[in-house]
């Protein structure tokens, strides 16, 4: 069985804030630490139930979050920026699963750090279905017929999967209280969680279907201003719809979801005065 992991950051037990998930703050390094901590939990309990390849792939930032050397000695990990396919790259027919860890709510939506690739998106929409990080890479997963078995992060994430994906384990290693704020378990009680829900995940894996995108998705970004949109909209085959929505027909999803990556890129080159 081969098994691909993507791992984020935000949705990491005891992560509430900026402070532990950006490079330039006083708790990064910590965060590094219990991401990866994670990491191994789900890698360990997926070796011990017969899994004869894991990949990891670092899903936060610039992508090189995971400390390689703390990783469990079997798994291989996709670490670094520009990758072609975001907290996706690797994946393909190959994998039998894939889990989602760390993982937090979309845009605009309650839970710990909430957001959508940037903090300038509001919404993202795939043939009008609202999506956050978690749909998009769901729906990525789907096109090459691998099923999302678990996810881990807070509670709204696990509500927003269930949303989409009948049947998918949750491992809930926090509960939200604000977007900053968050009752969390322990490493050492999470941990446990994780290694539990990883092998009931995979002897439950045929019973979760994936989650099949349509053939030529439309892909909606709604951004929190017009310069933003404005930036979007340079990329051939997009348009401004009403406000600062961008839109593209994409021929399938992974069309669809590289866009979704220069869409975002250039956005984020829009001043906020």
Known sequence: MKLF???DMEGITGL??????????RHYTR??????DEANHIVEAAFNVGCGEVIVNDSHSKMNNVLIEKLHPEAKLISGDV????????LDDSFDAAIFAGYHARAAMRGILSHTMIFGVRHVFVDGVAVGEFGLNA???????????????DDEIAKEAETLIPGITTAVVKECISRTAACCLTPQKSGKL?????????ANRDRVKPLVPPDNPVLKIEFANYGQAEWANLLPGTHIEAGSTVTYQANDMLEAYQAMIVMTELAMKAAFS
Do not use: H, N, W
């Not at 509430?16 to 703050?25: E, I, K, L, R």
């Not at 729906?139 to 992060?153: N, S």
């Open 83 to 90: 990758k072609p396919f975001s907290m996706m790259q690797g």
């Open 5 to 7: 992991v993507s791992v």
């Open 31 to 36: 965060g590094q630490q219990l991401m990866t």
């Open 194 to 202: 994780l290694r539990e829900k990883t092998a009931q995940a995979l």
């Open 139 to 153: 729906y990525l997963a789907g096109y090459y017929g691998v099923p999302v078995i678990m996810v881990a992060g």
């Open 16 to 25: 509430v804030d900026q402070t532990f998930v950006d490079s330039s703050q």
